[in-house]
């Protein structure tokens, strides 16, 4: 059974930096994508970021470009979500979802994580 575990949000000054970690189990990714999405309160969830398991393919929203960075570790089963230069309109609860290559749905759902920005 595919689990995804977020973990590493957290309260943070604007302008700081956080690293979100999705650790993925239940099967092999290899031809799998992961997606980064979040949702403030009152909002709809919007995406974030995707990469492909293997790291080569990576999109991001408009919103964090050159902020953002997504990357994963195959060796720890783990994608990450580094944010930088953060800023209040970031804070949100953040979800890592999986699903596979070329299908456009994710099927599996972490729990989310919360990052509040604070000025």
């Known amino acids: 059974q595919v689990q995804l575990v977020e973990s590493g949000g957290g309260l943070v000054q604007a302008g700081g930096s956080l690293r979100l970690s999705c650790a993925a189990s239940g099967r092999t990714f290899t031809n799998y994508v992961f997606g980064w999405f979040r949702q403030a309160p009152g909002k709809v969830r919007e995406f974030v970021s995707r990469?492909?398991?293997?790291?080569?393919?990576?999109v991001y929203a408009d919103s964090v470009k050159g902020r953002f960075t997504s990357f994963s570790d195959n060796v720890k089963n783990t994608v990450y979500l580094q944010m930088n230069n953060l800023k209040p309109e970031d804070t949100a609860v953040y979800y890592c979802?999986?699903?596979?290559?070329?299908?456009?749905?994710?099927?599996?759902w972490g729990q989310g994580t919360q990052v509040t920005v604070s000025l």
């Open positions: 979802a999986t699903g596979r290559i070329g299908t456009g749905t994710y099927d599996y």
């Open positions: 990469i492909t398991w293997s790291g080569t393919n990576t």
